[in-house]
């Protein structure tokens, strides 16, 4: 990370410039951070952005933190909430495992605990960022049409590559009641947030995607030839099928990502969403160590299937679909749905 232009990170409607040091990636103790002062005018300002109550003599801070992240507040023997505590003159209770509870901050200045509940944001976001994502906002696209031709399209290829083209074969394919498009990824780490998530996807439905639905015709996908990530097609990880040009899919997907970067609950990847359908993905093998380092020659896959047709559906469904699952259909099971 560049000393001179440190991340920006938001939390909780506040702004700290992230210098990011090998203390902190061990977690062994919490990362330095400075408030932007051109964000955070006073101190006064901040006390209002968290509730402190009186307590006896001391003051006292509560708030909810997924629990998920506890070990790493306390640390290794505990050390990590040690130092947090001895380098903010406060005393940090966390609930003991299996018990769900906020954790509290106690102390004798108001000071002393925005300056813990700060340390411990920043490292609830840094240990966040390094955890793998769980669900993912999809477009389902299982239906009959669409899985036959790509049963059709799978067939074929084994039939014509599988012994004569290096690295070939079933593993990898993609599960056909599993086809869909991916809107974007997320990580949520228990009953609270998968709530907020769902609460975001209605609030984004009202607010950005009925809006755009109602400018036109009910919205078609057509999955139409085959494309890769990378421009050489003798090494390739992922093969998928493209989407038809379609501008307002484009915009409802785009708008529905920064509905939900809005709220905390996506990282924007980049400025327009990728639309398309994986068929082909050498990370579904199951030899774990063959997912890094295979790729695949799909040259002459791309000149059979330039211009297949996988068929078309009418956008009905968005879906908050958990990574690793399946449901009664076969499709990932849901914690949230919308019908549009």
Known sequence: MDVLEPELVWINGRCYRFYESSAWKNMDTSAPYVEDEELVSSEDESDTDIEIVSCGTMFKHTFYVPTAFYANIIGAKGSTRKRLESETGTTIEVPR????????????????????????DLLIEDVRKKKRYTHFLSIPLNKQEIIDNFNSFKTDVLEKYAKSTRNIDESLFQTAS????????LKLFDDNEKKQAFDVLNDCKEKVIKPILEESEPLKIQLRGVECMNDDPTEVKVLFAKISQNDKLQKLVDETVNHFVDFGLM????????????????????????RFKEKIDATEIFKDHKETLFGEITLN???????????KNNYYKSIGSITI
């Open 267 to 290: 990282k924007k990847e980049r400025e327009n969403v990728k639309l398309h359908a994986t068929l082909m993905n050498v990370s579904f093998k199951d030899d774990h160590s063959s």
């Open 317 to 327: 469904q968005i879906d908050i679909s958990e990574l690793g699952t399946a449901s």
């Open 178 to 185: 599993k086809l869909h498009i991916t809107i974007g990824m």
């Open 97 to 120: 495992k299996g018990k769900v509870a906020d954790i509290a901050i106690l102390g004798r200045d108001r000071k002393a605990i925005i300056s813990a509940r700060h340390r411990i």
